[in-house]
């Protein structure tokens, strides 16, 4: 007979993708598991009988001992605990996290086991990544140092000289101060890019997440900055909150990338507009303009890596954001779609499609 506390527990549990179990010490027997449990250790709900035994023998041999040496620190203590081990599946390492209790008579171990492989391999990849921002901002600070100086001199001798410089000279000199600064300024976005690039490779990690919150502080953001005095920013959506599991961070960077392209392809004046619709078991989000259209020559390789791909904007802004192909690989891990439509002169529309769950 489950007491109340165990009912309450396996009613948590019932509704949770986490691992729920109850333990019998003293029968050594599992009383209650979870589907979110069997999910978590890749077994069938229909192997519970044997579920014990299967179990453990899904814990990477490596780590055994350590389970068993925090099962009988759990029992002897008998305070809260929780312990990180690993799996091994067929299709490679886990890492779960279990938060365990003992009843107060000491009867049953209560255990909640969420899998954290994703957070696990994000940290060591941020790790990572944080490492090789350090050596890039060493590499740009020596490399910069030079051509600054460079720069500074030729802008002091200018200001020392101006009047008895000729204006053949002082063209000279303006051009290679201007030479000088986009050869730089193409190197720290080459470094920037790159480097974008390597933390691409963060898997994804999705919470529930209202899009229309999120889609709303986007454009808040642009309609509160300079460029509202010449571009109309427009928000709307078909709900006033949809909620989707998603990875919020990496998702927003999608969209922060589409609404700067539309604004580097659209004229002063000219309108950009992000819409989000719920469509029963998916959302549709959108961002459109009014701006000149992608070319035709160019629009089958546009998610592509290519280099062909790339082009100026109206006041000759460099392409310096994700690439369209790092937009479609974002958009792929949640298990989405994005496409466009496109009419020279007229302006473009990028649709993105994903599921609620």
Known sequence: MLTIENQIFCQMGSVSSDGY????ISESLLKYANPGLFSVFGLEVSEIQSASELLMGQIHPEDREHVKSFYQELLEDRGAKKYVFRLLLKDGEKYLKSSLTVSPDARYI?????????????????????ARKNITLEVLSHDLKEPLGMIRMAASSLESNLKKTEEKDLRSALKFIIEMCERNLKLVRSMVNHEFL??????????RTDIVWELKDVVRFYVRSHLREIRNFHFSSSQDKIFLSMDSMKFLQVINNLVSNSIKFTGIGGNIHVYAEERRSKVMISVSDDGIGIPKEIRNNLFKHSREVLRKGLEGEESGGLGLNIIKDIVDLHNGRVWFISEEGLGTTFFIELPKK
Do not use: C, G
């Not at 179990?21 to 019998?24: E, F, K, P, S």
């Not at 209560?110 to 944080?130: F, L, P």
């Not at 390597?198 to 919470?207: D, G, L, P, Y």
């Open 110 to 130: 209560y255990a909640i086991i969420e899998d954290i492989t994703v957070s696990r391999h994000n940290k060591i990849h941020i790790e990572q990544i944080n």
């Open 198 to 207: 390597k933390s691409s490779v963060v898997a994804i990690k999705k919470e």
């Open 21 to 24: 179990l109850v333990y019998d």
